[in-house]
């Protein structure tokens, strides 16, 4: 069973930028495909991002043009890009891994505010 650690959250101003990184502690990281998900309070948890093991990349609308997924595999990483940072962007974001059972981290909470 894979673990995931996210890291790299925190209060920003609006247009900022945050990388968010996320750890797996499985070998056989390169057979999951890789996503990062958002929950806003008194909201659903919604995709934001995700990427395949063969490296296609899918966005939620809101946040295309302005974050960007990528894995490192060989260090099991995987990131989340996020810059011109609104405050609709705050959200605890989750990093999920698929194989196809589904494998969640605790969540890095991201704020956007001035």
């Known amino acids: 069973q894979v673990q995931l650690v996210e890291s790299g959250g925190g209060l920003v101003q609006p247009g900022g930028s945050l990388r968010l990184s996320c750890a797996a502690s499985?070998?056989?990281?390169?057979?999951?495909?890789m996503g990062w998900y958002r929950q806003a309070p008194g909201k659903q948890r919604e995709l934001v991002a995700q990427?395949?093991?063969?490296?296609?990349?899918n966005y939620a609308d809101s946040v295309k043009g302005r974050f960007t997924i990528s894995r490192d595999n060989a260090k099991n990483t995987v990131y989340l890009q996020m810059n011109s940072l609104k405050p609709e962007d705050t959200a605890v974001y989750y990093c999920?891994?698929?194989?196809?059972?589904?494998?969640w981290g605790q969540g890095t909470q991201v704020t956007v505010s001035s």
């Open positions: 999920n891994a698929r194989d196809p059972s589904s494998y």
């Open positions: 990427m395949s093991t063969g490296g296609n990349t």
């Open positions: 499985e070998v056989t990281f390169t057979f999951y495909d």
